[in-house]
């Protein structure tokens, strides 16, 4: 018998785990089983459905605050079907919510943080338990001047592409422990970020330039990604098109980075022959010091997700 999982707050991120995490669990029931385009992180295999496994959810809870929101929620788990039809929605009960949970994954917004945690019964809701946070700019001092001191705080910084189960989420690293319930919540954790792309594990000191990098990343792809397909339209192309050779030639050039021993400077000398079109568009780029403006951009970008979260500085 697995734990129960409880997302406080599902929004789209807690939609995206949940649904990532059932995908994955019918995926290891099913009679041939479909494997990962490539192995997202070591010692995250999928357990045969037979192997009896404490650091995966058996049971899922929900929490909203509108009626309508819990009927989005009904139809989207719905149509999962499976475990799907299982979650539990809660309307305006994370306490409750809480105290039938294992792990419990706060997906509020950081201003929500301080309310939630600190509502009549909480404290005692999150006695032992495992309290993953999600949110931006909201530090794990900050967390655990909230919760009681046996309540495990851990950090994670997923990113968009997890809709798809392919994101990039930074966990904060665990404290040093030799108990067997440290490793069995490392593997709690591993499995479910696992579930929806990527999941690494980081000191926390790390976390704004994550935020910046991998969280607002999706952002700054998309403006390279636009500004291909524009260049494919001045030159005649049809947009839908322009636009998907775009996307695909991003992806696959992702991937390939993705590789064991791979770099991206390994990639890019190889497309590049002499007196070809690619060192003349590369020459191009350089003169626009595209290089520079996508790293000043991550850098901004950290330091202002540095502020998130924090008491407004005057």
């Known amino acids: 018998m697995g734990y129960t999982l409880c997302v406080i707050g ?36 999928t357990p045969t459905a037979d192997t009896p496994d404490p650091s995966l959810p058996s049971l ?18 719905r149509g999962l079907g499976g475990l799907g039809l299982s979650v539990q929605i809660v309307i305006g009960q994370n306490v409750a919510a ?21 509502e009549n019964g ?16 909201v530090t794990i001092a900050q967390l655990r001047d909230l919760v009681p001191p046996t309540t495990k705080v851990v950090r994670a910084m997923p990113n968009t592409p997890c809709r798809i189960r392919e994101g990039m989420t930074v966990v904060s690293n665990l404290p040093p422990s030799d108990t067997e319930d440290a490793e069995v919540d490392r ?35 998309c403006i390279f ?38 770099h991206p400077a390994q990639i890019k000398d ?12 590369l020459l191009a780029m350089e003169d626009g010091k ?7 951009a991550i850098q901004i970008a950290t330091e202002r997700a540095s502020e998130l979260g924090q008491p407004n500085r005057k």
């Open 290 to 296: 595209v290089r520079s403006t996508i790293a000043r």
């Open 187 to 221: 593997s709690i954790i591993l499995k479910i970020f696992s579930s929806i792309g990527r999941c690494r594990f980081l000191d926390e000191k790390h976390f704004d330039a994550c935020t910046a990098l991998s969280g607002s990343g999706p952002a700054f792809a």
């Open 10 to 45: 599902c929004g789209t991120m807690g939609i995206a785990i949940i649904s990532g995490v059932i995908a994955s669990l019918q995926s290891r029931d099913a009679p041939y089983p479909v494997p990962k385009w490539e192995s997202h992180t070591p010692g995250t295999s």
């Open 98 to 118: 809480v105290q039938q949970a294992d792990v419990v994954i706060l997906c509020c917004k950081p201003n929500q943080a301080y309310t939630i945690l600190k």
């Open 122 to 137: 909480m404290q005692e809701a999150l006695v032992g338990k495992l309290l993953i946070s999600i949110l931006a700019g």
């Open 60 to 77: 899922f809870i929900a929490t909203v605050t509108r009626p309508d929101s819990a009927k989005k929620l009904q139809e989207t788990f």
């Open 225 to 262: 990604l636009e500004a291909m397909a524009d260049g494919g339209v001045m030159m005649g192309l049809p947009r839908a098109e322009a636009l998907e050779l775009a996307a695909q030639t991003l992806q696959g050039a992702a991937r390939m980075a993705l590789q064991a021993g791979a």
């Open 270 to 281: 190889s497309v590049t022959t002499p007196g070809g079109c690619t060192i003349a568009g």
